[in-house]
């Protein structure tokens, strides 16, 4: 099981909102692909997958907001 | 990479393009600059109703709308504002969204200061201003850290009419232009060939990456 984190976005963003996913829960996602898009200030941010697996669970779904170091969704490595 | 005058597709199916060639080939970064024909963008939050006339109105002044993948609300792009979009990797200079951001801020007001206006930023409100009128939007999209979208400036006086078509950023919020500050007219190539030179020296010669 790998955990997908907010990484750190910059000096003073403590948070950010999701606002797509790319993936479905239960869909299969390669290394890399981008997996969810964020929106902090006038940006979006893309955070690509950090393994190949199964999306097995969305935890922050799209309007919602996740502090910096928290986990967005589970990722089960195949 | 200088696109002259041109619609907004296009410049962003090109902005795409240079982006995957950085991303899979590490091609080195590009500055884009160019005019549009008038057109509505809508970032990823942005609410419809911003837009203030109906579509068919729209489509009989020739104003097309685009939902596209950068941050911020409702923005209006016209011939008379310089557009540029600089497709970065951030990861030769600094891997924060923030610092990115005022960058462009600044290397906009440090333009409109060689232009004898004073440029400001507004707390939590991206983007730069003249007293309380806005003259340079900024939305920005990252991706594997490389930008894309950006910056643009009002420079024609006579552009700006158009923004009374939407609620610019979600907000009320009263435009302006360099021509508008300094009561007359500017060639957008002056503006240009500054705005240019100073986002290449903060950008371009602080990074690590190949020019």
């Known amino acids: ?78 | 990479m200088d696109l002259g005058l041109i619609e907004y597709k296009k410049a962003w199916d090109l902005q795409r393009e240079v982006f995957a060639q950085i991303k899979n080939r590490g091609s080195p970064s590009t500055l884009i600059l160019c005019r549009h024909y008038p057109v509505i963008t809508l970032g990823r939050p942005a609410k419809r109703n911003n837009i203030l006339i109906p579509q068919p109105e729209l489509k009989n002044k020739g104003i097309s709308v685009y939902e596209i993948e950068r941050g911020g609300d409702v923005t209006y792009h016209g011939p008379g504002q310089l557009t540029a979009y600089p497709i970065f990797n951030l990861a030769h200079l600094k891997k924060d969204i923030h610092f990115y951001l005022r960058l462009l801020e600044e290397t906009v007001i440090d333009t409109l200061s060689s232009l004898g206006i004073y440029g400001n930023t507004s707390f939590g409100l991206t983007g730069v201003w003249v007293a309380a009128r806005k003259i340079a939007s900024i939305g920005i999209a990252i991706k594997n850290w490389i930008t894309f979208h950006g910056v643009s400036i009002n420079i024609k006086e006579a552009d700006l009419a158009n923004f009374s078509l939407i609620r610019s950023c979600d907000m009320d919020i009263e435009m302006t232009s360099v021509e508008s500050v300094i009561g007359r007219e500017i060639a957008i190539e002056e503006v240009k060939q500054i705005f240019s030179d100073k986002l290449r020296r903060v950008l371009w010669s602080k990074c690590t990456c190949r020019h």
Request: charged share 25%.
């Open chain 1, 1 to 78: 099981m790998v955990k997908v984190h907010l990484p750190a976005l910059g000096e003073g963003i403590d948070k950010a909102t999701v606002s797509y996913w790319y993936f479905k829960a239960g869909e299969k996602v390669n290394e890399k692909d981008d997996l969810v898009e964020l929106t902090t200030d006038k940006a979006t941010f893309n955070l690509p997958s950090p393994a190949t697996g199964n999306l097995c669970e969305i935890l922050v779904h799209e309007g919602e907001t996740v502090n910096v170091g928290e986990p967005l969704g589970v990722i089960e490595e195949i």
